[in-house]
Each structure stands twice: as structure tokens, then as C-alpha cells.
């Protein structure tokens, strides 16, 4: 039973503090799209496939990653979700405009995956799959003629024709739905779908069937490439033989190789102890070129790579995994050459995460991942956010945050920049947290890291006062107590910050919930019985974040 609080309210003048907000200014700059590569890391991605190229030109693109590290299960069905957040990351992932989504069934806490069907529904490129327009239906498989439906919506362009779509079977063509007509008579006429000689209108469309449409909307010269894309990996000229992390390194995998240019390449076989993006920093006579390329076993994992001294390549590689590194001479140069090795920085262990956790840490080399490992205290909502970034005039400076358990990528890769943050929804237990260059370098950066909803007892006697903290918007505090004694208690709240709002919740013993909002100075009075457990919850509402006190009165 819920009962709405009818005990009195009572006023307290207190004093409150302002906050200010920084704004950052926004510049923007145009890319390329990334061709594929032969460098895909997943075992069940064959190069000679037809999968092959579509896999790896959305994996160098930042469109999808794996399923796991090195696989990534290209025939399996997408959910309509999946799909919305690939186009989302197509178009660059743009922050949507405000306002929710509508649908009901959309409640996924990942921020990237809200965002996508709120931009979605705004661009309409989604309506919802019921007459109301409140069911997305967000983990059915989608079909594709919904995926052509949905590219024709966003590029908005004209119907096709009959002449491309008059050449399927009549039992083909008759099986498109009638809201997809128009946009599979445009898809047959671009050849998008049914270059296999069958629409399949209603069929679901698996991982790999879903990136060729994609790829090939992308060639038809209609969608920009997102600004500042980084491949996964690249060769950075010039940065001469200075360690990755800007500091001289001791780490034991970080070596040097010596040995002399020549015809025949000579072999490094490499095996890393710890995953990530790493570095090799060429050192070669200053007019000769070399060349340099990476294979895992047999297969080629970094194609032949030009480069001149001082340049340094980035491949993301996995430990306990043995590659051969191989550098042959370009043309007639000669001399000795030296390839130093820089392992990537060693994952920072948090421990054990129930409060708030600050730290500052940098990014220095494009490519660049911080890894922190941290183990949840218990199953709830955590708040990752970066507080602040060093500043650049004109650019929007941000980092890429991903948080994983185990294997499984509970939080996907999210552009984050000064202010901003993630709410997850984590078990208890232990997490990797991953924050990863994205268009700066040189540069430091904040990261908090909390738990918006936490716990703690309370010992409650005459006149107990207490004083906490908001540190994330939506953040919930929860205490319990045993009422000492039968009467009326009083529960005031004090010197919050101008504005701010806090939804009071009491849980009595019997089911009961007593609730209500308050600002500063206000607080409500209820009757307990002696002995009885309660369960007290705060949240935060709205307004500015910060401190607050609350007085608990009892008889």
C-alpha cells in the first residue's frame, strides 16, 4: 500500500549555495570513411568470404565491434535495436534533441542505446511497430525490408522504380509489406538488396547481411563519414622514440630490437602478456624508408607498412597470443634499424566501488587505452562520468568510455566530454572500465566513478543529524534504521543548494511507503512504533548537486 505524506510540513529558512555550469564551444571537422582492412581480429570472419568486406569496413569505422575480442558471429539475427544503433554511429551518433522517445518498452540504461531511438524517433526513421506509436519492440529481429525502410526515411529520397523490382518473382515482390514498397523499389534500384536474385522482404537479417546494406547505402556517396574517425590501427609519422605513456617505462614487455635493413625481412616473434593497443616506434637512418607488417601464426594481421624514422604504428593486440613482426628494407636503404616496443599502460586496479572514486589520468597517442579494473559493491545503478577535460580553443574535446564484465560489454563505446557522463546498470561484482583516445592527445582528463545508488545504516537516537552528498543527477541514498521509540518522528532536510529538490521515501515494516518531495528547510513528520525496522530513501530530483543535511527527531 503507498500512502502520500498528510503529516505537516515544516519551514526552515536555511542558506544555499549556487553552482555554475562551464560551457565548452563545439568545432567540428570532416573525415573519410575508412576502407576495409585485411587486419580483422575475428576468427569467424573468413578473408575470402563475401562477409569479409562489410565486417571489416564497419569495424574500422567504429560501427560495430565484436561479440567477443575475436569473434564476432556475423550470422546472427540483429534486434531492431542493434540496428538503430548501428545508423545512430553511421551518422556519427549526434546528441538528439530533448525530450523522450515515447516508446514503453525501451529501457535499457545503456546512454548510447537512449539516445539512438530518441534520435531515431525525432529523424523519423522509426515510428513503432503499434498503431500508438509506444511499442519499439526493441530485442525483435529485424527484417529487411524494416532496415531498407528506415535508410530510405533518413536519407529521404524519392520512391524507386518498377524496372529493378519488376525482375523478382511475382510471389517475392508480393510479400513486401505495404509501407516498404516504395523504399525496396529504391533499395532493388540501387542494387542495396537482391543482388543474390531474392528480396526476402520479411526475412531477418543477419550481422553480416545488415553491414553490406549499410556499406552500400555508404556508396552511394549520400552520408558523410563521422568527424574524427581513428582506425584500429594506424602509422603516426614523426613521433620519434619517446615512450607512449610520456614518462621513461621499466615494464619488462617493453624492449628494444636491433638489426640491419635488408632484402630478406628480419623476424621478431612477439608474445604480449597484456591486451591493447601497443606501440613500435621505428628508429631507421634518417633518408632510408623500411617496411614493417604483423602476422599472427600465418595470417597477415597488419598488411606491409612504409615507414621512415621516427614513425611508430599502433596494432591492438591480445595477450598470450604470438605474432612475428617482420621489417624488410624499401628500395636501396641500408643500415641498422631499432624498433622499441612500448606495452600498453597497466590495468589500474579501484578495488572495491560503494562511494565515489576520482582520479586523473592522460591521453597521450592516438589510439591510446586506460584500463581500470573495479569491483562493484553490489547490484544497482553506477554513474561513470568525466568531470573535466584539459580544454582546447574551439573543439570538443572527449574520450570514449566502455565498461565490460568479463566478456560481455554491459556499457558500449560512448563519446563523453567535460560534464558529461553514463548511467549503468552493473551486478555485483568485478568490472573493466575502458577510457580510450578519441580526438585529443597530450591532454589529462577526470573520471568519477560512484554508485548513484548506495547504502547505509543508520544509528538514530534523540536528535540525530547527518550530513551527505549529491554527486550524480538521479543519485539514491538509502538508509535504514530501527525506531527506538513509539511517536512521532520528524525528518528535516537542510542547507541543500538553491533549487534542488530531494523525493523523500519511507518503508515501514507493515508495506507501507510514505513519500514526498522537498526542498531546503522542509521536512514531514511521521508516527513509527518502537522497534520497528525502517528503510529510508533519498533521491535526487533536480537542481544542483551537492551537500545536504537532514535531522531525524524522534520522542
Known sequence: MRKRFVHKIISIFVTVLLLSSLLVPIASAQSEWLAP????????????????????????????????????????????????????????????ASGGHGFNDVQSPDTEVQNAVRWARQQGVT????????????????????????????????????????RFPAADRNAVAGWADGPMRWAADENIIGTDGVLNPGGNATRAQTLV???????????????????????IAGLGNTNASGAASTDPSDFTFEGTLQDMAERITFTPTVSGVHRFTIAIPPAAEASVRILRGTTIFIPWTNVRNGDSIFPRLYEDTTYIIEVSRVGAASGA???????????????????????????????????????????????????????????????????????????????????????????????????????????????????????????????????HRFQFSGQQNNYTFTARSTGEHQFILTQLPAGTSLHLQIFDPLGNVYERTLVSGQGVSLRLENNWPITMRMSHVGGPLGNFTFIVVHP
Open 37 to 96: 582492412t585485411d587486419n580483422l581480429p575475428f576468427s569467424d570472419v573468413n578473408r575470402g568470404s563475401w562477409q569479409h568486406s562489410p565486417v571489416s569496413w564497419a569495424w574500422v569505422n567504429g560501427i560495430t565491434a565484436g561479440t567477443t575480442q575475436t569473434t564476432f558471429s556475423p550470422n546472427a539475427n540483429v534486434t531492431r535495436v542493434q540496428f538503430v544503433v548501428f545508423l545512430y554511429r553511421m551518422f556519427g551518433s549526434p546528441t538528439p
Open 127 to 166: 515510428l513503432g511497430v503499434d498503431a500508438a506509436r509506444t511499442i519499439f519492440a526493441p530485442n525483435a529481429p529485424i527484417s529487411r525490408q524494416q532496415i531498407i525502410t528506415m535508410l530510405h526515411r533518413k536519407l529521404d529520397l524519392p520512391d524507386g522504380s518498377s524496372t529493378a523490382f519488376d
Open 213 to 235: 546494406m549499410l556499406q552500400r547505402t555508404v556508396g552511394l556517396g549520400q552520408i558523410p563519414a563521422p568527424d574524427d574517425l581513428v582506425p584500429p590501427f594506424q602509422t
Open 337 to 467: 634499424f631499432e624498433i622499441i616496443h612500448y606495452q600498453p599502460s597497466a590495468i589500474v586496479e579501484l578495488g572495491r566501488i560503494s562511494g565515489f572514486t576520482n582520479l586523473t589520468d592522460s591521453i597521450d597517442f592516438i589510439g591510446q587505452e586506460n584500463t581500470y579494473s573495479f569491483i562493484a559493491a553490489y547490484a544497482g545503478t553506477y554513474r561513470f562520468e568525466i568531470p573535466r577535460i584539459d580544454p582546447e580553443p574551439g573543439v570538443r574535446r572527449q574520450v570514449y568510455l566502455e565498461v565490460r564484465r568479463g566478456n560481455n560489454v554491459v556499457q558500449s563505446r560512448v563519446a563523453l566530454g567535460w560534464g558529461e557522463g553514463v548511467t549503468v546498470q552493473l551486478s555485483a561484482g568485478e568490472h573493466t572500465l575502458r577510457i580510450s583516445h578519441s580526438n585529443f592527445i597530450n591532454g589529462t582528463y577526470d573520471l568519477r566513478i560512484g554508485a548513484q545508488s548506495t547504502s547505509a545504516p543508520l544509528d538514530i537516537r534523540n536528535h540525530s543529524l547527518f550530513n
